[in-house]
């Protein structure tokens, strides 16, 4: 088990990368129709999913470099719940007749991510050694 414990921080920055990768994913599909273009009417973007498509492009973003992880996070899990509920909880009460499973995963891992911060291959671990020891090395 320490084995498992030990590699507990690489894990959780891998789980950030990931998860905020396909969070971009829908930002793109969004803005520049990669790779494909967002079902849906098309034309001109409503402006709350402008809002959304900034939020998974800029948070995404963020928290894939693992840069402001806790407050980018923050705000994509919150935004991820609006989704929820604006968008698929109002078709059904089963997430997988309603298709908002990934709205509540992003919702919940993001959240966990508040908590859990962006691990240790994260630009906040470096930034946050850095600062406690100017002259510490860079590498874990």
């Known amino acids: 088990m320490s084995k498992l414990a030990e590699w ?9 990368i990931v998860t905020a990768l396909l969070f971009i994913e829908h930002a793109t599909m969004k803005f520049f129709a990669f790779p494909a273009a967002m079902p ?4 001109p973007l409503p402006p709350i999913i402008v809002a959304a498509g900034v939020i998974e492009l800029v948070g995404g973003t963020l928290i894939a470099l693992g ?5 980018a996070a923050f705000i994509a899990s919150g935004a991820m719940a609006a989704a929820y509920f604006m ?10 007749l309603n298709q908002g499973e990934a709205a ?16 240790s291959w994260s630009l906040d671990s470096l930034l946050h050694r850095r600062a406690k020891d100017p002259s ?5």
């Open 40 to 43: 849906g009417p098309g034309g």
């Open 8 to 16: 507990s921080p690489r894990v959780l920055s891998i789980l950030r």
């Open 87 to 96: 968008a698929h909880a109002s078709q059904s009460f089963w997430p997988v």
């Open 67 to 71: 840069l402001f992880t806790r407050p």
């Open 104 to 119: 509540i995963m992003f919702c919940f891992i993001f959240f966990y991510l508040v908590f859990a911060g962006g691990g």
């Open 136 to 140: 510490a090395p860079t590498r874990n």
